[in-house]
Nanobody
Framework: VQLVESGGGLVQAGGSLRLSCVASRSIFIMGWYRQAPGKQRELVASITSGNTNYADSVKGRFTISIDNAKNTVYLQMNSLKPEDTAVYYC????????WGQGTQVTVSS
């Protein structure tokens, strides 16, 4: 399974970004993780069978969605904060975990 992410960048606090991740095949369980410098990788959001799960720190600000026809999962990030700065990784679980290459999100204050 190959995962290709896009959509990261530099944004001011309060701004928005949308991340996209295209999978090489349909996946039942997909999600987004992030890793800030000096910190462990953490789950941001996941989606399976239409059910979503979010980290407390992003609830109400981030929305994960999936387009099954395009094998693409999205992460809409609104009201971004400097503490959201991290490398964001797309994740797919299909017997084992698969990871994208990561995309940098930087939120300036």
């Amino acid at each position: 399974v190959q995962l290709v992410e896009s959509g990261g960048g530099l944004v001011q606090a309060g701004g928005s970004l949308r991340l996209s991740c295209v999978a090489s095949r349909s996946i039942f369980i997909m999600g987004w993780y992030r890793q800030a410098p000096g910190k462990q990788r953490e789950l941001v959001a996941s989606i399976t069978s239409g059910n979503t799960n979010y980290a407390d720190s992003v609830k109400g600000r981030f929305t994960i969605s999936i387009d099954n026809a395009k094998n693409t999962v999205y992460l809409q990030m609104n009201s971004l904060k400097p503490e959201d700065t991290a490398v964001y990784y797309c994740n797919a679980f299909f017997g084992t975990h698969y990871w994208g290459q990561g995309t940098q999100v930087t939120v300036s204050s």
